[in-house]
């Protein structure tokens, strides 16, 4: 497995090696020692969740304050613009954000530390999500950054308007948000 640098430093795709022939394909989806080497963790993934979404879908931008969550994320049906915010006030990079296809066909995946917020935007008529985490969700504890925020300026690969559930809905902007330390 190769793991790539994106433009803030935390945030890291790995990238696995497939091995594939007429019968199909098999890849190492996770390696801890390879994670500890490109991260510098070894965290210890606690809950794993899978969600499908339609086309034009838009989830986030979420975080939780308390019990933060790093997320190991990953498409297995479909394409998405996943995206990470840096909301960590003492970062280089605070208001930053980071975005990358992930897919069926790249298998890529992208690691989201703690400190930052999370969402994607799918681009095939469905995509299937799965992500690990290093804590439990805790709903009394998330929270929900506008993924349209001007503050932060996600370039989305919008066609049409997105399709937000009703909490995203009410995301405050990064300036209202709370925010990590």
Known sequence: MNFVKTSIPDVLIFEP????????????????????????????????????????VLRGLHYQIEHAQGKLVRVTQGEVFDVAVDIRQSSPTFGHWVGEYLSTENRRQMWIPQGFAHGFLVLSDTAEFLYKTTDFYAPQHECCIKWDDLSISIEWPLQGDPILSAKDKMGLSLLDAKKFP
Do not use: M
């Open 17 to 56: 090696k497939v091995f594939g022939d007429d019968r199909g394909f098999f890849y190492e989806s996770f390696n801890a020692n390879v994670f500890e080497q490109a991260t510098g963790l070894r965290p210890d993934f606690v809950q794993d969740n899978h969600s499908k979404s339609a086309k034009n």
